[in-house]
């Protein structure tokens, strides 16, 4: 398994500004994924995040909206940006330890409200 | 493309009684299964897990067995108590599919005291 900390936990932003989120792992994982989780809905898959290269956006995300960030193997940050109140969500990150497959492991969350 | 259906609706249900939720899949290929709990204003934990036909996943008292037949993974619990009280996501994973999951949409489960 892994243990995995997000940054910060949830923050009230205003419309038309922007909030990084961290993700921060006590291993060195390849795979890491970020997740939208809109109120009361189920998870939609935000991107890859690939150490080293760009991210790879799921249909219906751009990389001018939700920027990512890798520059390491325990590490990454997903950029919500020119926020309108449509983002309010809980983001999430998620990893694949070591070499088992598809069995993912996710962070604790944060929790976004866009004023 | 995969993809996991869940049986609609909240599940509530008194305490020591038996709890089942529906989980489908559609797969091209040979999915490993999973369900995942989400205990209030937490994140996703990783309950159980099958990788192959006629598995059975179980912790916590929970169980769910990978039927390739019905192609179904359902999860059990012969008596929930009020903390079991969660979202539960049941997940699919194929090779090939970059070690992507695809998310059913949740069942909302309260157990009453």
């Known amino acids: 398994s892994a243990v995995i900390s997000q940054k910060p936990s949830r923050d009230i932003c205003q419309r038309g500004t922007s909030l990084t989120i961290q993700c921060q792992v006590d291993s060195q994982v390849t795979m890491m994924f970020w997740y939208r989780q809109q109120p009361g809905q189920s998870l939609t898959l935000i991107a890859t995040?690939?150490?080293?290269?760009?991210?790879?956006?799921e249909s219906g995300f751009v990389i001018d909206k939700f920027p990512i960030s890798r520059p390491n193997l325990t590490f990454s940050t997903l950029t919500v940006s020119n926020m309108s109140p449509e983002d309010s969500s809980i983001y999430l990150c998620?990893?694949?330890?070591?070499?088992?497959?598809?069995?993912?492991?996710f962070g604790p969350g944060t929790r976004l409200t866009v004023t | 493309g995969d993809s996991v259906t869940q049986m609609e609706g909240p599940v509530t249900l008194s305490e020591e009684a038996f709890l089942t939720i529906n989980c489908t899949y559609t797969?091209?290929?040979?999915?490993?299964l999973f369900w995942y709990v989400q205990y209030p204003g937490e994140g996703l934990q990783l309950l159980l897990k099958a990788t192959k036909a006629d598995d059975k996943g179980s912790n916590k008292g929970f169980e769910a067995t990978y039927r390739k037949e019905t192609t179904s993974f359902h999860l059990e619990k012969g008596s929930v108590q009020v903390s079991d009280s969660a979202v539960y996501f049941c997940?699919?994973?194929?090779?090939?599919?970059?070690?992507?999951?695809?998310f059913g949409k949740g069942n909302q489960v309260v157990v009453i005291p």
């Open positions: 998620s990893v694949v330890p070591g070499t088992s497959s598809y069995e993912q492991y």
């Open positions: 997940a699919l994973g194929t090779y090939g599919g970059n070690n992507r999951l695809a």
């Open positions: 995040a690939n150490q080293g290269s760009e991210a790879t956006y």
């Open positions: 797969a091209t290929g040979y999915p490993s």
